[in-house]
């Protein structure tokens, strides 16, 4: 059996919840959490802390988080101390520089809740829906130094149903992509799945450049 491997997650939003949660229910290490940092939020635009800490805190708090308003040199510096043998993103919400994208030697894996090249970017659920598709899924890609045009190692359809809205179409690729991420990452780290560069025209959900969601 392969030794458990030692993880860096990425991740902000409640789309990341159910990877975050299958990873740390899984014999792997996850040696820290990184998440975009609180927010003003309400009428009172008090500081809200993202569904990640929050989850990390209640579920997890032996667990370290991370809440860095950039990701800097010195940041950077610290993570590569850890020596992760991966990251894994989910709904982060941050550009990754290139530098962090060399850490750790299976690299950078994301999230992406679409079938890539298919609505790269930061609204595929939404745009989906609204282009009347009748499936999507989720891809897990490889980020590279481009806007979600990294090689996929793993993609999982699933059927758009003509009563759903982003909210319950999210939920359920976010079940998907919790149920797919161990399996996925030990597959990825057998050989069993080759990255594979994307097929097809890609197609944009937003414009603007955006890495690591």
């Not at 149920?179 to 594979?196: A, N, W």
């Not at 944009?204 to 450049?209: C, I, L």
């Amino acid at each position: 059996m392969k030794p458990s491997l030692r993880i860096v997650f990425f991740g902000t939003s409640s789309f990341a919840i159910p990877v975050l949660g299958s990873l740390l229910g899984s014999v792997h290490s996850v040696l820290c959490a990184v998440t975009r940092p609180p927010r003003p939020a309400g009428r009172g635009r008090s500081l809200s802390q993202p569904p990640v800490y929050l989850h990390i805190q209640e579920n997890a708090p032996q667990v370290s988080i991370h809440q860095p308003e950039k990701l800097a040199e010195e940041f950077i510096g610290t993570l590569a101390e850890m020596k992760p043998d991966v990251m894994v993103t989910a709904s982060y919400g941050a550009w990754l520089p290139e530098e962090l994208l060399g850490i750790p030697r299976l690299g950078v894996l994301n999230v992406h809740p679409s079938l890539l090249p298919l609505y790269r970017g930061a609204a595929p659920v939404v745009r989906a829906i609204l282009d009347g598709r009748e499936e999507t899924g989720v891809s897990f890609m490889l980020t590279d130094d481009g806007w979600d045009t990294g090689p996929v190692v793993a993609v999982y359809p699933e059927s758009i149903h003509p009563d759903d809205t982003a909210g319950t179409l999210g939920d359920r690729l976010a079940r998907i992509a919790g149920d797919r991420i161990v399996g996925t990452l030990e597959g990825y780290d057998g050989g069993i799945l080759e990255p594979e560069p994307q097929n097809g025209e890609p197609l944009y959900a937003t414009p603007g450049p955006w890495r690591g969601k």
